[in-house]
């Protein structure tokens, strides 16, 4: 199947923390702006053996990935849940050494295009943990440049499974993201 877009970013902070034999749970979660972009970069670990003078072995695991995501807007709600800032007097945000990015959930859907028919592919991965991200802004000149904000997560295997990603693909829309909505825990409606 061909990708032919992308919509919907979700994410949901940890209520709890996965166990050996449990996933993680969420709380609170919500959608976090349009969507521009995500990329993911995977770090595999490789190991081969050789014996006899040829391999007889290979081992190739994930160990962590990197998701860049870009949003249209990113709007205050949504940043606190991301990055942990505690706003200060007057809706003020502070960046500080000790602000601490909590373990969450997120999800987007990416829309598929097969034989002349649209599907939509729900992604989500269990264990993440944001990174502030570099910030940039430059002067309106003769054109308008469109810039949107960048969000920088660690994916992580979960505990229990490994389990680093989810992927199911729907008919619609509204059924792909009515799945992260229930991977997430996300039962209010979302912010946009």
Known sequence: MAKIG????YFAPFAAAETDTAEPTY???VKIGKAVRANLSVQRSTE???ADDMLTEQVDEFTSGTLALSSASLD?????LIYGYAPAEGEEFADTTDNKS????CG???????GGVKYYRAVVFPKVRASVSDDNAETKGANVSYQAEDI???VFPTLGGGTWRYRKTFDTLAAAEAWIKEKLSI???PSV
Do not use: E, H, I, N
């Open 76 to 80: 205050d709600a949504a940043a606190t």
């Open 152 to 154: 920088s997560l660690t």
């Open 108 to 114: 987007y859907v990416q829309k598929l295009m097969r």
């Open 27 to 29: 709380k609170g979660g």
């Open 187 to 189: 039962t209010a409606a």
């Open 102 to 105: 909590p373990y969450g959930g």
């Open 48 to 50: 081969s053996f050789y």
């Open 6 to 9: 992308l919509v919907s970013l």
